[in-house]
Nanobody, 123 residues
Framework: QVQLVESGGGLVQAGGSLRLSCAAS????????WGWFRQAPGKERELVAA????????YSAEFVKGRFTISRDNAKNTVFLQMNSLQPEDTAVYYC????????????????WGQGTQVTVSS
């Protein structure tokens, strides 16, 4: 099992920045890739960004390219999502997830999930 705990969410004005953290524990050596998803009210959960455990491959959704950056600190078993130039449409619950499959596998391919952290961007 892998346990994930997110932190760093909050309320920020449009144009501001937040850095989300995801602390992992347990059998992290079984994880191939780590992802950040988000889910806004009334919408489906969507993949925002993902990174392999080695850090050799990353993915960013088109709607966050140039604004959000995913990174990983293997020594601390922590995954980060740096979010810049936040906009009201970025408001959502952000979830950290882990998979032993393809990093762009989507919600169903990610096995382990954190509890989520709320990000609210005011206009």
């Amino acid at each position: 099992q892998v346990q994930l705990v997110e932190s760093g969410g909050g309320l920020v004005q449009a144009g501001g920045s937040l850095r989300l953290s995801c602390a992992a524990s347990g059998r992290t050596f079984t994880v191939y890739a780590w992802g950040w998803f988000r889910q806004a009210p009334g919408k489906e959960r969507e993949l925002v960004a993902a990174i392999t455990s080695s850090g050799g491959s990353t993915y960013s959704a088109e709607f966050v390219k140039g604004r959000f950056t995913i990174s990983r600190d293997n020594a601390k078993n922590t995954v980060f999502l740096q979010m810049n130039s936040l906009q009201p449409e970025d408001t959502a619950v952000y979830y950290c997830a882990a998979t032993n499959g393809y990093l762009r596998g989507g919600v169903r391919k990610y096995t382990y999930w954190g509890q989520g952290t709320q990000v609210t961007v005011s206009s």
